[in-house]
């Protein structure tokens, strides 16, 4: 039996998505509950895959499908496929499983050739039209095609307009139109080498390839890399019947969401052109206008295209995001898909469907992106500091921007590699800008309109972007931008406020986001469903009381040696260091003492009662002293005799100190058997703090944690060590009220080995998992990253950056395995992870599913912690349902 690879709209439905793809799914099911679907047909994700595996060619069997799937359609539509007198004309669009919008191609129109052009214009009364549709057919067919750039067709068409004397495309007459599609098919034939193919089945054929061949451009790899889609997905491809919207001004085409994109508003909210073609307002050629304004012009159309859009989320369940086109008078709905949204909208929506009744709490928590929550704890402009307003455009995804003038995508991704902000500023963007978007803080066009291809990919990215920005002129040529008598240039800072539409020139301070009912809503729901518990990584004070305001359950990595660096605090460290003898290194300490007291005793206050996981000097002494050649300059440049011999004694101890591989060097528990003063110091500093607090009715729990121990005899002499300082500086019944606990990082392969043994005298294990990767790789992270780590990634060599996505199937087999084995020694053992990877979704997600107690990450991160560890209690619960 033949594998069937072309459905028909009536014959699949929604819950086909991995066979007809998203668009294809989605379309069946409209035609399927009645709604105005033009007819047509997929090609199914099977029949992609049997492209790449026949060469990247049209296999028999599927054009064979394709052939008898079009008689049908034509059957249906009382046309023919290539009749000059009743030409049948088809869109070819890409439909993935997962939507990507604007990532691979389309082509509509086809079915034109010399023939049947003029048979559409006998047939329409209108050759303007019929010339208008062959024109966008051979650029859209040279484009995906046979890959000719836009800009040439682009070129021509301006310099038709300029000849005919006209600003806009519907001023120009058929004639115009029929003489530019000359000039189209020379310009392709003189830049490709190929002629536009007059058989309307080799067009059919060589678009259908085009657009599986797509999967595979650049833009989508980004696309998909950044989101996460698997490349083996593949696409479907929708051939559908036209209709059009470009035949006069009782028709158009337009793009509608069920509420509202950037806030969740209960409303229908989106945008139109009168007699255009579809791609007219995705592509941001022309800037559309506000569908409210159909209710007054076309009230029927209108009335329609809401009950349609209201049918069509209480069937998905979700935001609809939905394509129409109005033909001489008649709605068609051409695409629906669940909508790109902002975190604010999103999180909206999420709460306001669960209080419709249309979906549960647990559904909700898993729809948010957790990667788009950091777009509402982002800082917004600061309104105080605001100067009068440059220009404006359409506020199309919210947030605040600042950064370096980018004309061009290769140099904001360029920039991006050099650590300098950059906001993306084009006329509009396109697919090909995918990788500049990525790169920018923001980005900023003076075309298009709320659902341009900048607006919707911008949104779901969460980045900050303002559309249709008339006021301004772009000169690509020059390097130069244009407004009210003000000329920026590339490299110039610019300031985008992209709630509001607002544009400055140079730098506006911004300010902190602060939390809206419906996140505070969301996290409760997610805290009452998580098991894991979320703290945050917390170096001062300040930090603390801001993890605590987001949520936090205590801290679970204060970095001790953090608390050096200002400046005055810095110049005792070194005193420290440079100290000759015990005495004077103990001298020293005593002065770095009360400085650290003070910051535990702020963090023990701003936490009041919850656990603080204290962990003591990590990094090796010679991180404390300024770089050889640094110091070589300053004592070329000192007069003084004083300065010279501390400069000279400075140079001495950091040659004494270098190390060739510092990270396995003198450094974490290494430095506190050696130096046991110094451990000393930042316990007894912790215990006084926890004292003073005490003393002040506010509850304690220190955790004490001993890095970068790698046998079991480091940490049981420092353990020794603690409970000394803590018999010394808490009295009996002090130590009541200060239930304090001693463990250890497990960032050392050994200690995850012999972690049995370790337990024995830890309460708890923090698995440092940024060393941890680091060794187990055997990779140093700033030369990897830096050198071959982009490389690997490129290749598929490593599915994921190990630094960023925990690394489960080699660094997690570790941590199971200390796991298993500490608790076999001691079942209270609490375990946790204070790395990087403590706030992203998968790695809080293979905690939850090993059984750890917490992850901490750091302070802005704890409101997604808690979402991501609410979403693999919700992923375990369906598993175990399924099962």
């Known amino acids: 039996m033949t594998l069937k690879l072309v459905y028909d709209f009536g014959e699949g439905n929604a819950a086909m998505k991995s066979l007809l793809g998203g668009k294809g799914a989605n379309l069946a099911e409209m035609n399927r509950n009645g709604l105005p679907v033009p007819p047509g047909f997929t090609v199914t994700t099977s029949g992609c895959h049997a492209f790449f595996e026949a060469g990247r060619r049209l296999p028999y069997a599927v054009e064979q499908q394709i052939q008898s799937a079009l008689e049908r359609l034509e059957k249906e539509r009382n046309q023919r496929f290539g009749d000059p007198d009743n030409p049948l004309l088809v869109s070819v669009r890409s439909g993935a499983v997962t939507s990507m919008p604007g990532m691979m191609d389309t082509i509509l129109n086809l079915g034109l050739n010399d023939k049947t052009a003029e048979g559409l214009a006998s047939l329409t009364g209108s050759e303007r039209f019929a010339y208008d549709c062959y024109r966008r057919l051979i650029q859209m067919f040279g484009q995906v095609v046979f890959g000719m750039e836009s800009i040439h067709f682009e070129t021509m068409l301006r310099r038709l307009k300029k000849q005919e004397g006209v600003e806009s495309d519907q001023d120009l007459n058929g004639d115009a139109w029929r003489r530019l599609v000359r000039e189209y098919k020379e310009g392709l034939l003189r830049h490709t080498g190929r002629a536009f193919p007059e058989s309307v089945y080799e067009q059919l054929k060589l678009a259908v390839e085009a657009v599986f061949q797509s999967w595979n451009n650049r833009r989508a790899q980004v696309y998909r890399k950044i989101n996460g889609i698997p490349d083996d997905q593949g696409t479907a491809v929708t051939i559908q019947a036209m209709v059009f919207g470009n035949r006069g001004n009782d028709g158009g085409t337009g793009v509608v969401f069920t509420r509202h994109p950037s806030t969740g508003e209960k409303v229908l909210f989106g945008e139109y052109l009168l007699n255009a073609q579809g791609e007219d307002v995705v592509a941001g050629v022309r800037t559309p206008e506000p569908v409210s304004l159909l209710k007054s012009r076309m009230p029927e159309i209108y009335r329609e295209l809401e009950q349609a859009a209201r049918q069509l989320e209480r069937t998905g369940r979700d935001m609809q995001d939905i394509e129409f086109t109005i033909e001489k008078g008649k709605l068609y709905l051409l695409q629906t898909r669940n909508g790109k949204r902002t975190a604010q909208a999103a999180l909206k929506l999420a709460v306001d469907l669960v209080e419709e009744g249309l979906i549960t709490r647990e559904e909700a928590v898993q729809r948010i992106e957790v990667s788009h929550l950091e777009q509402l704890l982002h800082r917004g402009i600061d309104e105080a500091a605001v100067p ?61 309109g709320m659902t341009s291809h900048a607006a919707v990919v911008a949104r779901g990215m969460g980045k900050p972007c303002v559309c249709g920005c008339e006021a301004m002129a772009v000169d690509l040529e020059r390097g130069e931008l244009k407004a009210g008598g003000k000329v920026l240039r590339e490299g110039d800072w610019i300031t985008l406020d992209g709630a509001s539409g607002r544009v400055f020139p140079g730098r506006i301070p911004l300010k902190e986001a602060s939390a809206t009912r419906e996140l505070l809503t969301l996290l409760q729901w997610a805290d009452d469903i998580r098991r894991l518990r979320v703290f945050a990584n917390a170096d001062n004070p300040e930090d603390a009381e801001t993890a605590r305001r987001f949520g936090a359950e205590g801290i679970g990595l204060c970095r001790t040696e953090h608390m050096f660096f200002t400046p005055a605090r810095l110049e005792v460290m070194r005193s420290m260091i440079l100290a000759e003898s015990e005495e004077e290194r103990r001298a020293a300490l005593d002065q770095l003492l009360p400085m650290q007291q003070h910051d535990f005793e702020g963090i023990f206050r701003a936490m009041d009662g919850l656990p603080v996981t204290i962990r003591l000097l990590d990094p090796p002494l010679h991180e404390f002293l300024p770089q050889r050649e640094e110091l070589e300059r300053r004592l070329d440049e000192s007069g003084s005799p004083e300065e010279r011999e501390r400069l000279k004694r400075m140079i001495r101890k950091a040659e004494s100190l270098h190390e060739v591989n510092p990270m396995l060097g003198h450094r974490g528990c ?49 353990r020794g060590l603690v409970e000394q300082a803590a018999e010394q500086v808490l009295s009996p019944d002090m130590r009541a009220h200060c239930p304090y606990r001693v463990g250890t990082m497990i960032e050392v392969p050994r ?32 030369d990897a990253e830096g050198k071959f780590l982009s490389h690997y990634l490129d290749k598929k060599m490593l599915a994921r950056n190990p630094f960023e996505v925990l690394d489960s199937e080699g660094v997690g087999q570790l941590i199971e395995l200390a796991v298993e084995r500490g608790r076999a020694r001691k079942s209270s053992l609490k375990t946790g992870i204070c790395g990087e990877h403590g706030g992203n979704k998968e790695s809080i997600g293979f905690c939850h599913r090993t059984g750890l107690d917490y992850v901490s990450c750091s302070p802005y991160r704890v409101p997604m912690a808690r979402i991501a560890a609410a979403q693999a209690a919700i992923e375990e619960a369906a598993a175990l349902t399924f099962k």
């Not at 902000?421 to 990525?438: F, N, Q």
């Not at 110094?678 to 002040?696: G, L, N, P």
């Not at 506010?698 to 049981?716: A, T």
């Not at 049995?756 to 790789?777: K, R, V, Y």
């Open 670 to 718: 290494r430095l506190g058997i050696v130096h046991p003063e110094i451990y000393d110091m930042q316990v007894e500093a912790i215990f006084k703090a926890a004292a003073r607090c005490i003393e002040e009715g506010i509850k304690v729990q220190p955790d004490i944690m001993i890095p970068l121990v790698g046998d079991v005899s480091e940490l049981k002499v420092l």
């Open 388 to 448: 009068e307003v440059w220009v404006k455009g359409l506020p199309a995804s919210p947030g605040a921007a600042v950064g370096r003038i980018a004309f061009e995508a290769d140099t904001a991704e360029a920039w991006r590699r050099e650590g300098k902000p950059s906001v993306l500023v084009r006329p509009e963007t396109t697919p090909e800008d995918i990788h500049g978007v990525v790169a920018a803080e923001g980005v900023l066009t003076t075309r298009g």
């Open 751 to 782: 200690a995850a080995l012999t972690a049995g043994s370790i337990a024995e005298h830890a309460d708890f294990f923090s698995f440092g998992t940024n060393d941890l990767t680091q060794m187990t790789f055997g990779y140093s992270r700033d």
